[in-house]
């Protein structure tokens, strides 16, 4: 069913019952064209753009909990494409322009939000780096623009720019089309359009080996609801990617750590954009429910237990309070964790694999939920074609090889 | 938070005093001008990463400030054991097997 203004009042007329589900619980069939392993954002959108722009439409997403239950759930939801080096300005930047029309294209409110990203400075270190951001973004006709302290406060009011902060706010950078969307109706609005274009998204399934032929092409994939086959294979599973890839005896130059976000109880409108600090290492939102969205750091070591340490959030909250003194007594409400893939340069991987018709899209570790249309729509393309797209060429795995590494870690100082 | 036993020290003490290090006995190429850039690659960046048992640095930099290993599984962040640097990497089924019994 399309949504439309008709039906929406109708439905607002009869209490919203009556809609029909937004995709099918479909049982696997034996076999598909190819397969996506994880329905987080990335695996759902690779699916739909797979089906709707490059023609191939028998696609399975096999997901081993619920669909958007990893990362793409837990999140919070920053969206910005002000990267320092090109080849990253252009995945992200790719996503961004998608961003814009996304909502119309599926059919699906997906409440992307242009509200603006700020990233504070707090040295003179940090003012270099984001002043060298804001340069190199608009050579490239990115927008991004620096803000002195007195501008920052203007564009966001509750802001400490005391200069007797340990960190005082010495300026920041402010991207206009940066903001934020709704994580879950990302991942619901690319399933209901995927599912509408015949993809079958199958729930608890795992998949818990991957069959591979004489020639040691992929011929299919074992999972808890049996085997399935399909000479294209496509893994899209965030923090759980080194485990997949082992099972086609692929190791990956991948680490996956616990990153925490906790909200706050809701309040009315007091925080009208997103406001990042990498120094101090604390980013926050305001949820249309009027909770403040907190982002955290990562534990410190390797692990897939999803819950971290307190100590990282409290770290967190401390800065929050030192930028923003009226949150001080505000209570957390909840917090929680997901397991984020990071590489090395903290750059994802997106592209083919030494395995033939294995493809592999990870490493989005801390901040892939921005590139989410940008990533499924380059992925789709390299999957269906064969060849890396474009825009996905400077991220493949070999570049751990030749040494072309796409180092934003330097870049920013920490992630995201 | 974990509760970490430094073999040094011989002491338990608080996640914080401590930093992880990454993964334990992955040993530099002897000589580094022999190996291809696929070896070499292997040697920085790729890693186990395993859902499991996960042999790996911890360093006590509040402490002694010196560097060993841990087995610690990265489910449940149960640590099984740790043991100084240069010992060499215990076989961890054998050990769960002789606890079990
Ligand atoms: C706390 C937190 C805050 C963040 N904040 C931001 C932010 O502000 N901005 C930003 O851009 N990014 C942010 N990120 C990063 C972002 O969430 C991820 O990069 C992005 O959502 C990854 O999407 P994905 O679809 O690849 O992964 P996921 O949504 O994790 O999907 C992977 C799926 O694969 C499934 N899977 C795994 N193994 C198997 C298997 N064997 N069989 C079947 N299915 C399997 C999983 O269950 C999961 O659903 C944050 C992450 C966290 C954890
Ligand atoms: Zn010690």
């Not at chain 1, 750590?257 to 604390?282: D, F, I, R, W």
């Not at chain 2, 530099?28 to 042999?55: C, I, M, S």
Request: neutral net charge.
């Amino acid at each position: 069913m399309r949504y439309h203004i008709g039906n929406l009042l109708r439905g607002s007329l009869s209490g919203q019952t009556g809609w029909p589900a937004q995709w099918r619980d479909p049982a696997p069939k034996p076999s598909y064209e190819a397969i996506v392993v994880g329905a987080g954002g990335h695996g759902l959108a690779t699916a739909y753009y797979l089906a709707s722009r490059y023609g191939v439409n028998r696609v399975a997403v096999l997901e081993k909990g619920w669909l958007g239950g990893g990362n793409t759930g837990r999140n919070t939801t920053i969206v910005r494409s002000n990267y320092l080096w090109q080849e990253s300005q252009g995945i992200y930047e790719h996503a961004m322009k998608l961003w814009q029309d996304l909502s119309h294209e599926l059919n699906y409110n997906v409440m992307y939000s242009a509200r603006g990203v700020l990233t504070l400075a707090h040295s003179v270190h940090d003012i270099q780096i984001v002043k060298r951001h804001v340069h190199a973004n608009r050579l490239s006709g990115i927008d991004n623009e620096w803000l002195t302290p007195a501008q920052t406060k203007e564009f966001c009011p509750p802001l400490n720019i005391s200069p007797s902060l340990r960190y005082p706010v010495l300026g920041a950078s402010l991207q206009r089309r940066g903001g934020t969307a709704r994580h879950d109706a990302v991942a619901w609005g690319f399933a209901r359009a995927a599912d509408r274009l015949g993809v079958d998204i199958i729930q608890n399934c795992e998949v818990t080996a991957i069959r591979r032929g004489p020639d040691g092409a992929v011929t299919g994939v074992e999972t808890t609801r049996g085997a399935i086959a399909a000479p294209k294979i496509g893994v899209v599973a965030a923090g759980h990617t080194s485990h997949v890839m082992a099972m086609a005896d692929v190791r990956m130059p991948l680490e996956s750590y616990t990153l925490q976000a906790l909200v706050s109880e809701p309040v009315k409108p007091v925080l009208p954009c997103v406001v990042m600090s990498n120094g101090v290492h604390a980013y926050i939102s305001q949820s249309d429910k009027g909770e403040l969205v907190i982002g955290s750091g990562t534990d410190q070591y390797l692990s897939y237990a999803q819950t971290g340490a307190l100590h990282i959030s409290t770290h967190t909250l401390e800065a929050i309070s030192d930028l923003f003194p009226a949150f001080r007594r505000m209570r957390m409400l909840r917090n929680w964790g997901g397991i984020v893939d990071v590489t090395v340069d903290r750059s994802p991987i997106v592209g083919l694999t030494p395995v033939p018709g294995l493809f592999v899209n990870c490493g989005w570790g801390t901040g892939g939920f921005k590139a989410t249309p940008g990533s499924g729509e380059v992925f789709a393309a390299t999957i269906a074609k064969g060849v890396p797209h474009p825009i996905a060429a400077p991220f493949s795995m070999e570049r751990f090889r030749t040494g072309r590494l796409i180092d934003e870690a330097a870049a920013a100082g920490v992630a995201h | 938070m974990l509760n970490i036993r430094c073999p040094y020290c011989e002491e338990d003490r608080p996640e914080i005093e401590f930093r992880n290090a990454g993964e334990a006995h992955i040993a530099r190429p002897d000589e580094p001008d022999r190996v291809d850039d696929r070896q070499w690659a292997d040697f920085l960046y790729t890693r186990d990463n395993p859902k499991g048992w996960h042999a790996e640095r911890w360093r006590h930099v509040h402490g002694c400030g010196r560097f060993f290993n841990a087995v610690r599984h990265s489910v449940d962040d149960r640590i099984l054991l740790t043991y100084k640097a240069g010992e060499p990497k215990p076989d961890i089924e054998r050990m769960l097997r002789e606890r079990e019994a």
